[in-house]
């Protein structure tokens, strides 16, 4: 586990229901599941509803279930961090073993329900994403390589690949795009978070980008990541396999995407007391942006096949 020696920790107390919800990461998984919903919503072919529920489901906790092991091997780093300081396992309202076999078990139960509900191939990738998160992310990149969001963010990329899977039973090109437009879009993402959390980062000795590369060069990699991520967003489009109603989307919130990246990537740091930076702008628009992306990609769908 990490090295990061931690901040004195309470007794543990009997954890609530709440902890262990929060372990889950539940507004991270908010948008693990809509974008695995979009996916489902926007493959050609029908699913059962039960079925399409179930495959929804298995994302959600197999997320979740990521997410809690992500934080039992972190507790040490969380308490060394402000903005995590306050999570179960470091304020010491949990023990580090209910952590673990809480993630366990929701992750071995996602993989198999979806093997049996909905097949092999959609489970094997669940299970690729569970791992690429809790282990290749959590314990190998990320204390290891300023590179760790960009690599890791992969385990994030899977949800429409594997709801589009649920319905179709193979992979296509269309799905590959939608986990490429994901893989993008979280290093400008993430680094924009970064850019005002990096003292913590840096406290706790996590190299991430703006820690050893220097604010200079993050904001010149996000830039550049908006730079390719626009054209990117526009190929489901070009290649036919959507119509306009995304296309215009993608290309109007591109554009918006692209120029507040540029605001960041082109500037100099403002003083520490101005509550609404660009990179915080970027942040919270970056998730605006995914969530209205992916919701006109199923509207399109739905158009098209309506108009059919």
């Not at 809480?102 to 990738?125: E, K, R, Y």
């Amino acid at each position: 586990m990490s090295t990061v020696q931690p901040s004195p920790i309470v007794a543990p107390m009997t954890a609530e229901w709440r902890d262990f919800f929060a372990l889950t990461k539940p507004r991270v998984m908010t948008l693990v599941i809509f974008t695995g919903l979009c996916g489902l919503l926007a493959a050609p072919g029908h699913v059962h509803p039960v079925l399409g529920f179930t495959a929804i489901l298995c994302i959600a906790v197999a997320a979740g279930g990521a997410a809690a092991l992500n934080m039992w091997w972190e507790a040490d780093i969380d308490a060394g961090m402000k903005r995590t300081r306050h999570r179960p396992l470091p304020a010491g309202r949990m023990d580090p073993i209910s952590a673990r076999d809480f993630g366990v078990a929701l992750s071995c139960g996602a993989v198999i329900t979806m093997a049996l509900a909905i097949g092999w191939l959609a489970a094997g990738i669940l299970a690729l994403s569970i791992f690429y998160y809790a282990w290749i992310y959590t314990v190998w990149l990320k204390p290891r390589t300023p590179q760790n969001i960009v690599i890791g963010g992969g385990a994030g990329a899977f949800p429409p690949l594997i709801g589009w899977i649920a319905v179709t039973g193979h992979i296509t090109l269309m799905p590959v795009l939608l986990f490429l437009i994901i893989f993008l879009w979280t290093p400008p993402h993430f680094w924009a978070l970064a850019l005002f959390v990096q003292i913590d980062y840096s406290n706790v000795g996590i190299p991430m980008m703006p820690v050893v590369a220097g604010e200079r060069s993050t904001r010149h990699q996000i830039l550049g990541y908006a730079v390719v991520l626009l054209p990117l967003t526009l190929l489901p489009w070009w290649l036919g396999y959507t119509g306009r109603i995304y296309g215009l989307s993608a290309l109007g919130l591109g554009l918006g995407f692209l120029a507040l990246s540029a605001h960041v990537g082109l500037r100099r740091p403002l003083p520490a007391d101005d509550a609404m930076t660009p990179e915080k702008r970027l942040f919270k628009y970056s998730i605006l942006y995914l969530f209205v992306l992916f919701g006109m990609l199923v509207v399109d769908h739905l158009a098209t096949t309506a108009g059919a």
